[in-house]
């Protein structure tokens, strides 16, 4: 039986994906101690290891947390690949040329995984850490990235804790879990804003994926976003970045047939990431 939200999307071809955006210090150290902060942007970050507690302000739309409308005209706009040359079709987990040839683009370094239904199973409105349980090959996913040395983040949208359905230390205990489960991530972004909030960085707006370079003072084209998604390839395509789908039964069928990359299984998109690495980069 399929929950609320994953209902909700068949029904209406609505995304109901949780998504954030923060921003922060461009170059800042992630492996010091944790930190909170603001950007030029005007929204806020957190970073880690390990899972910091958020710091959320009381101030609307200024809250350093943002989360767009979840039922506007962009989430379902159409999208083209950043990145110049490719093929839509993965073949054998490889992104491949029509000559056969793997394509090459700039050095990866770093992945934003979506959480819900990407990292882990999609609970709607979770706010119960004993409820979370990895995707298949999530844990060994995530293991590969990091040990390719490659800054790992978790962008994530909330919208339960606008709706009243949970509190935000709810969703902090839930993402502590998932932190926990999977060795800790480099940075964490939490959105806790509803469809009628008005503001404009829920994916597909780039300005989650600006901000997490922002915050890891990396460019932007060197980063990927992973998710479930058209929302999440429409981020990254916006912002610049990459991106690889990992379809799931609810995902929309335009959604695949649009992705400029996508996978099987969150370990085949880290892997399809790594081959396309310059030589000598993979590892």
């Given at each position: 039986m399929l929950g609320e939200a994953a209902a909700q999307r068949l029904e209406r071809g609505d995304c109901d994906e949780e998504v954030a955006e923060f921003e922060g210090t461009q170059g800042e150290d992630l492996r010091s101690p944790v930190r909170s902060g603001e950007?030029?942007?005007?929204?806020?970050?957190?970073?880690?290891?390990?899972?910091?507690?958020?710091?959320?302000?009381?101030?609307?739309?200024?809250?350093?947390?943002?989360?767009?409308?979840?039922?506007?005209?962009?989430?379902?706009?159409?999208?083209?690949?950043?990145?110049?040359?490719?093929?839509?079709e993965v073949n054998d987990s490889l992104l491949r040329s029509a000559d056969g040839a793997a394509e090459r683009i700039r050095?990866?370094?770093?992945?934003?995984?979506?959480?819900?239904?990407?990292?882990?199973?999609?609970?709607?409105?979770?706010?119960?850490?004993?409820?979370?349980?990895?995707?298949?090959?999530a844990l060994d996913a995530v293991e590969r990235a990091r040990e390719a040395g490659l800054a790992l983040g978790v962008?994530?949208?909330?919208?339960?804790?606008?709706?009243?359905?949970?509190?935000?230390?709810?969703?902090?205990?839930?993402?502590?879990?998932?932190?926990?489960?999977?060795?800790?991530?480099?940075?964490?972004?939490?959105c806790p804003h509803g469809p009628d909030d008005g503001c404009a960085c829920r994916k597909p707006a780039p300005g989650m994926v600006l901000s997490a370079a922002d915050v890891l003072g990396l460019p932007v084209d060197s980063l990927a976003v992973i998710g479930d998604i058209g929302a999440d390839m429409g981020a990254a395509a916006a912002a610049g970045a990459r991106g690889v789908l990992v379809p799931t039964p609810v995902t929309l069928p335009e959604e695949v047939a649009a992705a400029p990359l996508r996978a099987a299984t969150l370990l085949e998109a880290v892997e399809l990431l790594l081959a396309t690495q310059p030589d000598g980069d993979s590892e």
């Open positions: 950007s030029a942007h005007g929204a806020s970050f957190l970073s880690g290891p390990p899972y910091p507690v958020a710091r959320v302000s009381d101030a609307g739309a200024a809250d350093p947390f943002c989360d767009a409308p979840e039922q506007d005209d962009f989430s379902r706009r159409e999208f083209t690949s950043p990145v110049a040359g490719y093929e839509e050095t990866l370094r770093g992945i934003l995984f979506d959480r819900d239904a990407t990292l882990v199973l999609d609970v709607p409105y979770n706010g119960d850490p004993s409820r979370v349980s990895p995707m298949p090959t962008v994530t949208n909330q919208s339960g804790i606008a709706r009243g359905l949970i509190d935000r230390a709810q969703a902090e205990a839930v993402n502590r879990r998932v932190d926990e489960l999977f060795g800790g991530f480099d940075i964490w972004m939490l």
